[in-house]
Structure formats: structure tokens, C-alpha cells
């Protein structure tokens, strides 16, 4: 029933809103009784018949908690500026960790070691709920399941590495932002386009994690690129966003 619930509410958001301008506010409730909340941004005008991208967005550990608001706090705004709202229409999934978790993993791993990195753990409590979740979303007939991203910075950039390692079928591409992996995971998501960011000046996740990705996708054949921004610290994700091309490229990616 609250499977059924959950999916009545996610219909009920393409209905015509009077203000377009900004995010739903949604709480997912999964088939366990598992609740997450989250931000949406449609499409500025949903067109019968036509089918969007959608974008998952993983914010980091700063941003954790329940106001269903903080997750925004770095690069929601990017995704309001009307010029890319009018040339890059999609669906736009923006989930809030809860305080006590921690995306990919039951708790904060102790080392940021790539080699030291989780090797075979279980998918997250939080991370089975938003499975869920975009699984709804994939479900609309709205959604081109053949453009599906993900983005996700920090504590989201390990999500995002563990999001296409476990379901590499979904994504067409993934932009890890100074996030760590351990790269003996990476090779089954060698068919998924990656794009990754760090700052070489980075003492909270260091540049290890990248660098070691980057390699184990170029040996798997993956299709992947590694922008290091020179004396950035932890906030990379700024420069990053700034990239010229960050939305053109994103967007000319296709499974």
C-alpha cells in the first residue's frame, strides 16, 4: 500500500504546478516503510509524448540531515538558471541523506585509501530506499531511460561510484566530484561515461581516490576523463561546476 502511495505521489508531481521556478519538495516512502526525502525539478513544460533526461544528484556529508532543504546548498542553483532549464529539460532527483547515514556505506568509512576502501559491502540501508525511488522514476513513460545521470560530490562522490557499480544498466554517465572508490570495484562499470573532478590541494578526500579511478576505468576501456583544478582544496565541486562545458557534456551522453 505504501509502494502504491509512494507511486500516486510521484504522478501527482507532473501535474501542472503555478510555480515552476523552483523544487518539489517530496518524501519517498518505500515498500519497507522506509522514508527519504528529496527535491524535484521537472522539466520546465512536460511535453505529451516527449521523453527527458533525468539527473540523481548526491550531495556530501555536510548537507545530511531531515529540512529537506541543505541538499541544494551546492549546485541547486545551477539547475534553476533558466538558460539551462531551456536547453537542457530533465527531471532532476535531489535526496537528503539522513544525519545518521551515510550514502553508500552503513557509516563513514575509516580510511579514504583508495585500496582501503569497502571491496564487496552490502548496499546501504540509504541506499536501497533511493534505489526504489529512481526506480519509480524510470518507471514514467516521461523519462528516456537512455539519458540517466549521475552527479554527486564528497561523501556523494562515493555514492556515485557505488551507484554504477551496482546498476551500471541504468546510468549513461557519472561525474564523480572528490570522491574515492576502491578501484578493484570499478570494472563493471566499464560501459558507463565518466567525467571526474578533484583538487589537487584537496586534504579532506585526497586526490588518491580520483587518480586511482581514472586509471582502473582507462584499464577496464572505459570512456573517461580526469580534471585535477590546481591548488582547489575539498570544494572542487565549484570549479567543476564552472566548466564551460559541464552541461553540454553531461547532456550529449547516451547509453
Known amino acids: ?17 503555478s510555480a515552476q521556478e523552483t523544487y518539489q519538495k517530496e518524501a519517498f516512502v518505500s515498500s ?10 521537472r522539466p520546465a513544460a512536460v511535453k505529451a509524448g516527449e ?44 535526496p537528503q541523506c539522513p544525519e545518521s ?3 553508500a556505506y552503513t557509516e563513514r568509512p575509516e580510511s579514504f585509501v583508495p585500496a582501503e576502501m569497502p571491496l564487496d559491502n552490502p548496499i546501504s540501508p540509504v541506499f536501497r530506499t533511493l534505489k526504489d525511488l529512481l526506480d519509480t522514476y524510470l518507471a514514467m513513460p516521461q523519462v528516456d531511460k537512455n539519458r540517466v545521470y549521475i552527479i554527486g560530490l564528497s561523501m556523494g562522490g562515493m555514492g556515485t561510484y557505488d551507484m554504477v557499480v551496482r ?5 549513461a554517465a557519472a561525474i564523480p566530484i572528490c570522491g ?27 586526490t588518491e581516490g580520483s587518480r586511482e579511478a581514472y586509471k582502473a576505468l582507462k584499464a577496464a576501456g572505459a570512456e573517461v576523463e580526469y580534471i585535477e583544478f590546481p591548488g582547489c582544496s575539498h570544494g572542487s565541486w565549484n570549479p567543476a561546476f564552472n566548466e564551460p562545458d559541464f552541461m553540454s557534456w553531461l547532456f550529449s551522453q547516451k547509453k
Not at 81 to 94: A, D, T
Not at 167 to 171: G, L, R, S, V
Open 1 to 17: 500500500m505504501k509502494r502504491i502511495f509512494s507511486i500516486v505521489c510521484v504522478l501527482l508531481s507532473l501535474l501542472p504546478l
Open 32 to 41: 519497507r516503510g522506509d522514508t527519504l526525502l528529496y527535491r524535484l525539478l
Open 51 to 94: 521523453k527527458y533526461p533525468l539527473v540523481l544528484f548526491l550531495h556530501g556529508a555536510g548537507e545530511r540531515g531531515n529540512d529537506n532543504e541543505k541538499q541544494l546548498v551546492h549546485g541547486g542553483q545551477m539547475w534553476l538558471n533558466p538558460v539551462n532549464r531551456e536547453k537542457y529539460p530533465s527531471f532532476v532527483l535531489v
Open 101 to 103: 547515514g551515510y550514502w
Open 167 to 171: 546498476f551500471p544498466e541504468i546510468f
Open 180 to 206: 574515492t572508490v576502491n578501484p578493484a570495484r570499478l570494472k563493471a562499470a566499464k560501459d558507463v561515461k565518466f567525467r571526474i573532478f578533484h583538487g589537487d590541494a584537496d586534504n579532506v578526500v585526497t
